[in-house]
Structure formats: C-alpha cells, structure tokens
Nanobody, 115 residues
C-alpha cells in the first residue's frame, strides 16, 4: 500500500501563486509516475499534470505554461508550482501515484482563487 498526503492548498488572489506538495509513504519501492488531478464543484475530476521517475512531465492544456510539476525521488515527494492562478483553477487538488499498475490517491487539498 502507498499513502499519499497533500499539503499547501489555500486561498489566493487571482494572479497569485501556490505550491502544493504530496508525500508518499508505505510501499514506495518501485513507485512510478506521480501526478495531480483536480475536481471543481459540480465537475468531473480532470487531469492536471504527471511526471515520471526520470522527470518527464506532461500537462493539461489549461495549465501548461503556468503550472510546473517536479519530484524528489529521494523523498518520494511530488510538487506542483502554480503561478498566474485564475478563478477557474479553484478545485480540490488530488495527488496520485502509480505502483505496479495500481493507482493510489491522496485525500485532496482545497485551492481557492478569489479576490
């Protein structure tokens, strides 16, 4: 089993920045890709970004150029640096990790972008 715990969410004004963190614990040996999804009220959960153990990253079109995903393999931690935040970025952000073809999810952290 892999446990994922997110942190770093909060309230920020439009144009501001936040950095999310997600720490993995438990059976982290052979932990593969890690990433972020988000779910806004009344909407389906959607892909945000993913990063492999080698550092290759992919982004949703809606966040490319504003968000940056990174990871520290030694700490089993993935980060999401979010810049130029917009009200439409408001959502619960969920961390996920893949190990041996099983996807694990964190509990989520709320990000609210509002003036």
């Amino acid at each position: 089993q892999v446990q994922l715990v997110e942190s770093g969410g909060g309230l920020v004004q439009p144009g501001g920045s936040l950095r999310l963190s997600c720490a993995a614990s438990g059976s982290t040996f052979r932990l593969d890709a890690m990433g972020w999804h988000r779910q806004a009220p009344g909407k389906r959960r959607e892909f945000v970004a993913v990063i492999t153990t080698a550092g290759a990253a992919s982004y949703a079109d809606s966040v490319r150029g504003r968000f940056t995903i990174s990871r520290d393999n030694a700490k089993n931690t993935v980060y999401l640096q979010m810049n130029s935040l917009k009200p439409e970025d408001t959502a619960v952000y969920y961390c996920n990790g893949v190990r041996l073809a099983t996807v694990y999810w964190g509990q989520g952290t709320q990000v609210t972008v509002s003036s």
